[in-house]
């Protein structure tokens, strides 16, 4: 019952011992092909072979909502995705969520972040990095660290806390679930809740719970890479919040029905 | 009779050159396209070339890599103990090699590049040399990235010295393998990213529905809640399946209809090999019993069955006698019978054998998960039984509680809590079929073993995973993170234990030995090369080191090993003099060349391992 890396371990040992009488003989394990060819070919072999075999990056891009939301605001399109590149070990993980005001032809919301992310437990990865938000203005920079994973029960989370360079503390949760009506046909329920530690009224934004919001996707996925939705989504101000939204004569909750696609390469 | 010049003969008639047909080799082609046997290249000395090619699956047409320019590759036949020079031309631009599945080569000639060569560099060509002391139905492929997938792989047969144990009128060579028009490299990041994205067989509302009509809600929830609590699957069983896989026998898919013919009354020998690269196959021939005479090319003790379960990269030689004149279906069902592919078996070209329909998935229960700690329950549903788990009833003797000093980390998703004895099972799906199912421990090598040494050591290997992250490997280490090889010694004996963390089938493969399957206290047991691991089994095969070098041991499932399910094993020689082995034909020890004379891949290595000097 032994651990075939402390043998391994123990064997790279052994040529000390009788080194002096059999050097050109005395093998070295895993590498005792490199008496038969050209060394420098057989090590360049050797490192590929470990290299491709467990240690390869990879580049995955989701667009997890790309859609048209429909409500009695302005109609708006929001693209919420991610990219991220690397190994198992490693990643670099880039995070955007783009919400355009169609009438008003500008950005609502424009936020981009920049993570390094790794795993730490079976099904949950640490991130850190910065959150940079061009929109709404004026443009602020964050620092973010967060957990990503897929909880017990199949629930996806994804968790972060921000830290705004202006001292401000937030925070983010989201959770999505999955339901197979059939093999293709998938419902999404999902949900996101955003906190704030203190008031920041520049950016109308109540200490506590500051907004909610709920959302319910039937997609086709055509293939799992492409999947055409609708639904409905439900986003709601609480609190100091909506109170300076109010005050603003704005609406606090908002009810939009969605079309979009969700895909990914 | 037909005699094999005979049948040569017949499939040249039959339109050798035929533009449709050019790209298969004779014996693979269907019957109504002239192939009425097996051709193939035989003798001492061939010349195989790695290519790109077009193929036309299922009509279709496709990329490939392959040898020669057919897919599968020629059939190469070669006689027991003779020399054979294979010169392989790399005409690709990536390097390429050719690994020989199964024969006891001398290990700088096993052609795994970065353990035993440093590969086939792009535009060159490298002989292989080496003679075996073995015979019996094998297999060749590219140990290349993921070449295999592309179609780089064929059958390759040796006919024994002396008279062969099987008798048999007439044979064929059946090739079972996995064909996607998708790049395999596109495949691999597909499952990284989404490791159930081929799987169309999950369970849905409608299932959740149906299983509480029958079972209860209760329950229903139940099973579903644990499932969910650990985050698997119970459908998980195939990573890539018939939603992207168009399954191949002898390059055919089954709208083609490969036939083979018979003479009613005639003793056919099929030799059944499965190159797939990530493909475990049900194989049967509904209606006609199968003895199966060797297993992994070795013959095997006669033993009746009506189906089998072949892992990738196994072999399997059937006897069949069909009396009555009319067509038999040859049915290749995947395990998660997603998808088959059917040939047909006649008296003539020309019939069309009934395919059967698909057979209802299998589902994965705790047995599987290393959970079951009633294990008399499985099979069962929403046979789960946590509440049992803490009051330590582990009489059975077939289970055997956790030991797990291997790495836990973030690749490891599952501990086979109750690892269990399962060589006495068929395989994932045939436990219920009404019909026989062979299982290992029917197999009994046809002779004695050659060492009935008692093991002096045990090495005890998990086969480990995250499904959800895509990550293989063995001890919870992919070679990428190896730091050192599994060192066995010259001569010794020792026992290999394999545990299977996972809720996968994993058929795991070891360059260079044969090894003993431990199925019985017998001085006959099976002598493999790969052998398949049930979800949370325990098994056990002694192995005799007695080929010096060192030799790939990986999971034959490509993706697998291309993730890390993989490491090195190192057969050390021992020190001057204290040698045990004794040098036989075709195996005398290496020798390492002297500085000066160290060939580069370009020249053909000398004859070198011949002239050991014991
Ligand atoms: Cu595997």
Redesign the interface.
């Known amino acids: ?5 402390f ?3 123990f ?2 040992l052994s040529p000390l011992v ?1 080194s002096s009488a ?1 050097a050109q ?1 005395t ?1 070295v ?5 490199e ?5 420098d ?2 090590k ?13 990056a ?3 891009v989701l667009a997890d909502r790309f859609e048209y939301q429909a409500s009695d605001d302005a109609p708006a399109l929001l693209l919420e995705g991610q990219g991220r590149w690397g190994t ?1 070990e490693n990643r670099l993980l880039i995070k955007s969520e783009l919400e355009y005001d169609l009438d008003a032809g500008a950005f609502e919301e424009a936020e981009v972040q920049a993570l390094w992310s790794r ?5 949950f990865d640490v991130q850190a990095g910065v959150r940079h938000d061009f929109e709404p203005g004026p443009s602020r920079t964050y620092a973010v660290a967060g957990i990503q994973g ?1 909880a ?3 629930f996806e989370v994804d968790g972060a806390v921000f830290l705004s360079e202006e001292g401000d503390l937030s925070a983010r949760f989201e959770a999505e679930y999955e ?6 046909l998938i419902l999404q329920p999902r949900s996101e809740l955003n906190f704030a530690a203190e008031d920041v009224p520049e950016f109308e934004t109540g200490a506590g719970l500051s907004t909610a919001e709920i959302g319910l996707r039937l997609r086709y996925e055509i293939d ?2 492409f999947a055409p939705y609708v639904g409905v989504n439900w986003k709601a101000s609480t609190g100091k919040t909506a109170d300076y939204i109010r005050a603003r004569g704005e609406h606090t909750e908002t009810l939009s029905f969605v079309t979009g696609i969700r895909l ?1 390469f | 009779m037909l005699t094999r010049r005979n049948l040569l003969r017949t499939a040249a008639a039959g339109g050798f050159f035929a533009a449709s047909g050019a790209l298969l080799p004779a014996w693979a082609r269907s019957a109504n396209a002239g192939n009425k046997g097996i051709f193939e290249v035989s003798g001492n000395a061939f010349d195989l070339t790695i290519g790109h090619s077009n193929v036309e699956i299922g009509g279709r047409s496709g990329h490939a890599i392959t040898i020669n320019g057919t897919l599968p590759g020629p059939l190469i036949r070669f006689r027991e103990g003779e020399k054979v020079t294979l010169n392989v031309h790399n005409t690709l631009d990536e ?1 390429t090699s050719i690994h020989w599945h199964g024969l006891l080569v001398p ?2 000639m096993d052609g ?8 086939i560099k792009p535009k060159s060509t490298f002989t292989y040399e080496f003679a075996v002391p073995q015979s019996g139905t094998y297999w060749y492929h590219s140990h290349s ?1 993921l070449q295999e997938q592309l179609g780089h792989y064929g059958p390759l047969i040796i006919d024994p010295a002396g008279a062969d144990p099987v008798e048999a009128d007439r044979e064929y060579v059946l090739v079972l393998s996995d064909w996607t028009f998708e790049h395999p490299h596109k495949v691999f ?2 499952l ?3 490791a ?3 799987n ?7 299932d959740f529905l149906r299983d509480a009509r029958e079972n209860g809600i209760g329950p229903t929830f139940t099973d579903r ?1 644990s499932w ?4 698997m699957s119970p459908t998980d069983i195939s990573d890539v399946t018939a939603s992207v896989y168009t399954y191949l026998i002898n390059g055919h898919a089954t709208d083609d209809n490969w036939t083979a013919i018979f003479n009613s009354g005639e003793r056919v020998r099929l030799r059944i090999i499965n190159a797939s690269a990530m493909t475990i196959f049900n194989f049967r021939i509904p209606g006609l019993p199968m003895t199966v005479v060797a297993a992994d090319g070795l013959p095997v003790q006669p033993v009746e069955t009506d189906e089998f379960q072949i892992g990738v990269a196994e072999t399997y030689d059937v006897i069949v006698s069909p009396t009555r004149a009319r067509p038999f279906a040859l049915v290749a069902e995947s395990i998660d019978r997603s998808g088959q592919v059917v040939a047909t078996l006649a008296p003539e070209a020309g019939l069309v054998a009934t395919a059967p329909l698909l057979r209802e998935p299998p589902v994965l229960t705790h047995r599987d998960m290393g959970m079951d700690m009633s294990s008399m329950d499985h099979g069962s549903m929403a046979g789960m039984d946590h509440g049992s788990m803490d009051h330590g009833a582990m009489a059975m003797t077939d289970t055997v509680p956790q ?1 797990h ?2 790495r836990m980390g ?4 599952n501990v086979a809590m109750v690892q269990v004895s399962r060589i006495d099972e068929p395989g994932l799906g045939l436990e219920s079929v009404p019909h026989r199912a062979l299982r290992y421990s029917q197999l009994r090598s046809l002779t004695p073993n050659p060492d009935t040494r008692a093991p002096g ?5 998990h086969l480990t995973g ?1 499904m ?2 895509y ?5 919870g ?11 066995f010694h010259e001569s010794e004996r020792l026992r290999v234990t394999l545990v299977n963390d996972t809720m996968m089938t994993h058929p795991i493969h070891l360059h260079g030995m044969f090894f003993d399957l431990v199925v019985a206290d017998t001085d006959h047991k099976p002598r493999k090369h790969t052998v398949t691991v049930k979800p949370a089994e325990r098994l056990s095969f002694d192995v005799t080191a007695d080929h ?3 030799w790939a041991f990986h999971c034959h499932l490509l993706f697998h ?4 399910m ?3 094993v ?1 057969v ?2 021992r ?2 003099g204290a040698t045990t082995h004794t040098p036989h034909k075709g195996h005398e020890p290496a020798v ?2 002297s500085e000066e004379d ?4 370009e020249t053909p ?1 000398p004859d ?1 391992q011949h002239e050991g000097h014991h």
């Open positions: 019952m032994k651990r075939a890396h043998i391994a371990s064997f790279m009788f059999v003989e093998p394990p895993g590498s005792q092909a008496a038969y060819w050209d060394k070919d057989f360049a072999s050797q490192d590929a072979l470990k290299r491709e075999h467990g240690g390869a990879t580049l995955f198992d795993p730490i437990a079976r099904y897929l017990p029960y199949w339901v197979s009506l059939t093999q293709r799992r890479q990914w | 390097d290990f700088h795994v590049p970065g353990v035993s060569f440093p590969g990235g990041a597909r990284k990213k989404d159930a994205v081929y169309f067989q999950q369970r849905t509302a409608g809640a969910g609590a650990m985050r030991s000093d291997h973030v690749g490891v998703d050591r045990e090495i005890e290997i995250n959800e992250r990550m293989w490997s063995f001890d280490v992919k070679l990428s993170e190896v730091t050192g090889p599994i060192i010096v070098g060192d090993m291309h993730a890390g993989m490491q090195v190192s050390l020689p020190v001057a390492p060349p160290i060939p580069t891949t290595t070198r």
